[in-house]
């Protein structure tokens, strides 16, 4: 947290997406920042805007959950997001 909020080389935000995927839980919280983190030090997004941080991280949060051996309990944003990528 404190290198995501000192760094001045990317912007993060906290979007609604975080807060619906998350509902508060600090664990699921834990690994969408790690998500937002992994996206912006990443070669393999170019662009770095903090809306396509989001926007990817929120993605690769999502295959995170899918996969059954993390084993994240479900909440149902998650649920409805795992569903409207099908």
Do not use: H, P
Request: charged letters at 25%; a positive charge.
């Amino acid at each position: 947290m404190k290198w995501m909020e000192g760094t001045a080389d990317y912007s993060f935000s906290i979007g609604t997406d975080f807060i619906e995927l998350c509902k508060g839980n600090k664990d699921l919280g834990t690994i969408y920042m790690a998500c937002l983190v992994n996206v912006a030090t990443s070669s393999e997004y170019s662009n770095k805007s903090s809306v396509a941080l989001s926007k990817n991280a929120k993605e690769v949060f999502l295959d995170y959950c899918a996969k059954k051996t993390n084993n994240v309990k479900y909440n149902k944003a998650i649920k409805k997001a795992l569903k409207k990528r099908q």
